[in-house]
Structures are given as C-alpha cells and as structure tokens.
Antibody, heavy 115, light 107 residues
Framework: QVQLVQSGAEVKKPGSSVKVSCKAS????????ISWVRQAPGQGLEWMGR????????NYAQKFQGRVTITADKSTSTAYMELSSLRSEDTAVYYC????????WGQGTLVTVSS | DIQMTQSPSSLSASVGDRVTITCQAS??????LNWYQQKPGKAPKLLIY???NLETGVPSRFSGSGSGTDFTFTISSLQPEDIATYYC?????????FGQGTKLEIK
C-alpha cells in the first residue's frame, strides 16, 4: 500500500516561493508518476503537473508553466513541488498524488499566501 | 487543452435513489477518464478508472460508462455515506484536467 507523507503547512509572502515535499513509501517510487494537484478554499481540483521519477521528466499544466517546478529524488523516494512568484490566489491545499490514475493521495499541505 | 464539462454542479437526492452525473470532454479522449469522490476536509478518492473500471474496494453501487467525449457516473442506490463532491478527470497526451465537480446532498 502506497503512503505519501507531505511537509507541513506554510505561510508565505506575495512574490516569494514555496517548496512542498512528498515522501513515498510502500510502492515502486521510480516507475510511476507523481502529480501535484491543488485545491483553493471552497473550489475544485486543479492539476498542476507531474513527474516520472525514473526518467526525471516533468510536464506542467499550461497555467503554471514557468512558475512551477516538480522534481524527484529517487534515493529518498521524495518528490518536490516548487511554486514561485506567489500571489494570494495561490492559497490552497496542495496534494501530491501517486500513479497514472491518481490512486494514492498525500494528506495535503496548506499554503497560505498573505502579506 | 482539453476541457471537461461536468453536470450538474449540485444534486439533491434521497437515500435509495439512482444518481447520475455526466462529464463531457471537449475532444475525443477514448476511455481516459477517471471519477473521484471527495468528502469535506479529506483528499479525493479514486472510484472509477478508465471510464468503467471499479477501483479495488469500492462498492459495486458505483459505476461508470462512456467513451470518446461523453461519460456517465452512476450510483445505483444512494447511501448516506455517499454524500460528497464527485469529480471527473481526463488524462490525455500527458495532461490531466478535472471537471468542475458535483456536490451531492441528501434530500
């Protein structure tokens, strides 16, 4: 059973960056995709991008191109999502998700952007 | 980008009712369509993958159908624990898109 444990809540200033981590256990980390999905308060789900750790190749939703970077460290089975140039609209819960079918979800990390 | 139009946005039904949610893709996505359930304060849960395959452990009252651009999600007999928001999601050409969600309430 795959388990994903994400880093803790963050409070950031507008214009800064945030980096959220996601440590996987119980599965074959490198062979499957890790996606990042966010959910603003009271809103729906928004896919941001994904990485295939074994290839080290990431692709991103057009909306986030140039502002998000997804990486993975195979040695520690940890994925990272870094979002830059933060604005208030980026306040959301950020989830890492394992698998092509988004079958396993982390617990979520609340990122609050506020001056 | 492929857009997903999900309807209705909210739905009120009685216990035991048959509930149907639809999702339409802006272009042909074959069967690359998943359905998720999200309860308040929780992460989403995969229910149906590849349009019609029931995820392991998911009750058989949940089902999905469709291909191409038109998809349907059905709860055959609504239970109180099914109160949640449901999302469709497509995956095509390495990109994923979610529908807007359907909030399901008990009448």
């Amino acid at each position: 059973q795959v388990q994903l444990v994400q880093s803790g809540a963050e409070v950031k200033k507008p214009g800064s960056s945030v980096k959220v981590s996601c440590k996987a256990s119980g599965g074959t980390f490198s062979s499957y995709t890790i996606s990042w999905v966010r959910q603003a308060p009271g809103q729906g789900l928004e896919w941001m991008g994904r990485i295939i750790p074994i290839l080290g190749i990431a692709n991103y939703a057009q909306k986030f191109q140039g502002r998000v970077t997804i990486t993975a460290d195979k040695s520690t089975s940890t994925a990272y999502m870094e979002l830059s140039s933060l604005r208030s609209e980026d306040t959301a819960v950020y989830y890492c998700v394992y698998g092509d079918h988004l079958g396993y979800w982390g617990q979520g990390t609340l990122v609050t952007v506020s001056s | 980008d492929i857009q997903m139009t999900q309807s209705p946005s909210s739905l009120s039904a009685s216990v035991g009712d048959r509930v149907t949610i639809t999702c339409q893709a802006s272009q042909d996505i074959s069967n690359y369509l998943n359905w998720y359930q999200q309860k308040p304060g929780k992460a989403p849960k995969l229910l149906i993958y590849d349009a019609s395959n029931l995820e392991t452990g998911v009750p058989s009252r949940f089902s999905g159908s469709g291909s191409g651009t038109d998809f349907t999600f059905t709860i055959s007999s609504l239970q109180p624990e099914d109160i949640a928001t449901y999302y469709c999601q497509q995956y095509d050409n390495l990109m994923y898109t979610f529908g807007q969600g359907t909030k399901l309430e008990i009448k």
